[in-house]
């Protein structure tokens, strides 16, 4: 059985593997350590702080083993926080696992009073709408040639995949719909 | 319930499993967003000083609400008064991330809280037990943290106040349906949230700790009794070496279940803030009272 890890160092973790609990033929694992890490087939990295996350993960050392993994092949899906901490260049800020060719803009919407949600259908994900929830989000304000582009919304790319690593500035776990678990668990 | 207060439910979801600082200034907030806070929590004196300091806490300057805004990208929450709606408005209009309704400021008003409902900002309030969260949580309150007994470096009250909401929750998930119209009525709270507790067995909010926490293990010792994160306010900067309690702080939060790497994380950090006995505290000096 596949064993689907989620980072769970800090955020939105716990909702993450309800959902994924939910999900047949798949086995969900929380990972905190090293060998938890190597023990996954994909990772999904939550919403949350992505600089609390980003320095737990360099001090906790599964940062290189990350970048090794993901470099190997290791499928990443990173929902906001998790978008940035695999991003390339973060505005004004320096990057973390740099293993994707995309610019990050955090809080580009502004603070929490800012945070929306809304409803819109993106084709790679399925044909009816996607409820998506926008919490402090970020957005990604330029993708390199070997991104494709998934969906966007007023102008700003929100979802991108490069190879097997799959990024939203929203947060499917905060909702009741499984279609990018699904699109994610095929890449 | 609002899309608003969804989404303010949300933004706490994803400071679960995370610690939120107090700070006091620019350089204090740096210092936490560089150790791994999730949030700051932007004030003019710890809760330590203004125990000594006495006299009536207000909600901070604007001045300094903003500076520390502008010098970190985690998010950034301030206190009000209990009661004190217009406070709540001006931190509205800065911007802040989230509200604390705080005892640790002297109250505003000694007999109704903010009607949280009204502002979009969200709001954390302090509870001591399962009614008091409740009725916070019916008059809008989007997180909820115990209030232990703040600036006292001195963990026992945050203890009490988490295993007497967890304890009343498991009590609840027990309860056949007849008996919850009159646990609501015994413990003042709203009957439809007590209903919802039952069925869940957990608050509908996220909720932290706060209130004491001075020490790595203090923290995996919250979190062990069922916090979702905590709070550390004095505990940080009155220690010898903020920056490195910082860390291990954020590290015990997260780790809480592995004693391997708390031992690691608590070990040469220095003289912790002074600790001071609840018993030596008068009874109208406590913070934790205040509230309705």
């Given at each position: 059985m596949?064993?689907i890890g989620?980072l769970a160092?800090?955020?939105?973790?716990?909702?993450h593997?309800q959902?994924?609990?939910?999900i047949?033929?798949?086995e969900?694992?929380?990972?905190?350590?090293?060998?938890?890490?190597?023990?996954v087939?994909?990772?999904?990295?939550?919403?949350?702080?992505?600089?609390?996350?980003g320095?737990l993960?360099?001090?906790?050392?599964?940062?290189?083993?990350?970048?090794?993994?993901i470099?190997?092949?290791?499928?990443?899906?990173?929902?906001?926080?998790?978008?940035?901490?695999?991003?390339h260049e973060?505005?004004?800020?320096?990057?973390y696992?740099?293993?994707m060719?995309i610019?990050?803009?955090?809080n580009?919407?502004?603070?929490?009073?800012?945070?929306?949600?809304?409803?819109q259908i993106?084709?790679a994900?399925?044909?009816d709408?996607?409820?998506?929830?926008?919490?402090?989000?970020?957005?990604?304000e330029?993708a390199?040639?070997?991104?494709?582009?998934?969906?966007?919304?007023?102008?700003?790319?929100?979802?991108?995949?490069?190879g097997?690593?799959?990024?939203?500035?929203?947060?499917?776990e905060?909702?009741?719909?499984?279609?990018?678990?699904?699109?994610?668990?095929?890449l | 319930m609002?899309?608003r207060?969804?989404?303010?439910?949300?933004?706490?979801?994803?400071?679960k499993?995370g610690?939120?600082?107090d700070?006091?200034?620019?350089?204090e907030a740096k210092?936490?967003?560089?150790?791994?806070?999730?949030?700051?929590?932007?004030?003019?004196?710890?809760p330590?000083?203004?125990?000594?300091d006495?006299g009536v806490?207000?909600?901070?300057?604007p001045?300094m609400?903003?500076?520390?805004?502008?010098?970190?990208?985690?998010?950034?929450?301030a206190?009000v008064?209990?009661?004190?709606?217009v406070?709540a408005q001006?931190?509205?209009?800065?911007?802040?991330?989230?509200?604390?309704?705080?005892?640790v400021?002297?109250?505003a008003?000694?007999m109704?809280?903010i009607d949280?409902h009204?502002f979009p900002?969200?709001?954390?309030?302090?509870a001591r037990?399962?009614?008091?969260?409740?009725?916070r949580?019916g008059?809008?309150a989007s997180?909820?943290?115990t209030?232990?007994?703040a600036?006292?470096?001195?963990v026992?009250e945050a203890?009490?106040?988490m295993r007497?909401?967890?304890?009343?929750?498991?009590q609840l998930?027990?309860m056949?349906?007849?008996?919850?119209?009159?646990f609501?009525k015994e413990?003042?709270?709203?009957?439809?949230?007590?209903?919802?507790?039952?069925?869940?067995?957990?608050l509908p909010?996220?909720?932290?700790s706060a209130?004491?926490?001075?020490?790595?293990a203090?923290?995996?010792?919250?979190?062990q009794?069922?916090s979702?994160g905590?709070f550390?306010?004095?505990g940080?900067?009155?220690?010898?070496?903020?920056a490195?309690?910082?860390?291990?702080?954020v590290?015990a939060?997260?780790?809480?279940?592995?004693?391997k790497?708390?031992?690691e994380?608590?070990?040469?950090l220095?003289e912790?803030?002074?600790?001071?006995?609840i018993a030596?505290i008068?009874?109208d000096q406590?913070f934790?009272?205040?509230g309705?």
């Amino acid at each position: 059985m596949e064993k689907i890890g989620v980072l769970a160092l800090q955020g939105s973790f716990a909702e993450h593997l309800q959902i994924l609990g939910r999900i047949p033929g798949i086995e969900a694992t929380a990972v905190k350590t090293i060998d938890e890490l190597n023990a996954v087939d994909r990772l999904i990295l939550p919403g949350g702080e992505s600089t609390a996350i980003g320095k737990l993960l360099v001090k906790t050392g599964m940062f290189p083993v990350l970048r090794q993994r993901i470099g190997e092949g290791l499928p990443v899906w990173g929902t906001c926080a998790g978008l940035i901490l695999l991003a390339h260049e973060i505005v004004g800020e320096t990057p973390y696992l740099d293993v994707m060719n995309i610019t990050v803009r955090r809080n580009a919407y502004g603070s929490q009073l800012d945070s929306f949600c809304c409803e819109q259908i993106i084709p790679a994900f399925g044909s009816d709408p996607l409820p998506l929830v926008f919490i402090r989000a970020p957005w990604i304000e330029k993708a390199g040639q070997e991104v494709e582009v998934l969906a966007g919304h007023d102008g700003r790319i929100i979802a991108a995949k490069q190879g097997r690593l799959l990024v939203t500035s929203f947060h499917p776990e905060l909702t009741d719909d499984k279609k990018v678990y699904n699109y994610f668990l095929r890449l | 319930m609002t899309e608003r207060m969804e989404l303010n439910r949300n933004l706490a979801q994803m400071l679960k499993g995370g610690v939120i600082m107090d700070v006091t200034n620019v350089e204090e907030a740096k210092i936490a967003e560089e150790a791994g806070a999730v949030a700051v929590m932007a004030l003019e004196r710890v809760p330590s000083d203004i125990r000594k300091d006495g006299g009536v806490a207000r909600m901070s300057d604007p001045k300094m609400i903003k500076e520390i805004k502008a010098a970190v990208s985690i998010p950034v929450m301030a206190k009000v008064r209990i009661g004190h709606i217009v406070e709540a408005q001006i931190l509205q209009e800065l911007g802040v991330d989230y509200i604390d309704e705080s005892e640790v400021l002297t109250p505003a008003d000694e007999m109704y809280h903010i009607d949280k409902h009204l502002f979009p900002v969200p709001f954390v309030c302090g509870a001591r037990n399962l009614g008091e969260a409740l009725r916070r949580i019916g008059e809008g309150a989007s997180m909820m943290r115990t209030k232990g007994e703040a600036g006292t470096g001195n963990v026992v009250e945050a203890v009490r106040h988490m295993r007497t909401i967890m304890s009343q929750i498991r009590q609840l998930v027990n309860m056949p349906s007849e008996e919850l119209m009159t646990f609501a009525k015994e413990n003042g709270a709203p009957y439809e949230l007590v209903v919802k507790v039952a069925k869940n067995g957990k608050l509908p909010v996220v909720n932290f700790s706060a209130g004491g926490i001075a020490t790595p293990a203090d923290a995996a010792l919250m979190m062990q009794l069922g916090s979702e994160g905590v709070f550390v306010g004095s505990g940080i900067f009155r220690s010898a070496n903020p920056a490195k309690r910082a860390r291990a702080i954020v590290m015990a939060t997260t780790y809480y279940n592995d004693p391997k790497v708390l031992a690691e994380v608590s070990a040469d950090l220095g003289e912790a803030m002074p600790g001071l006995e609840i018993a030596s505290i008068a009874e109208d000096q406590t913070f934790a009272k205040r509230g309705w």
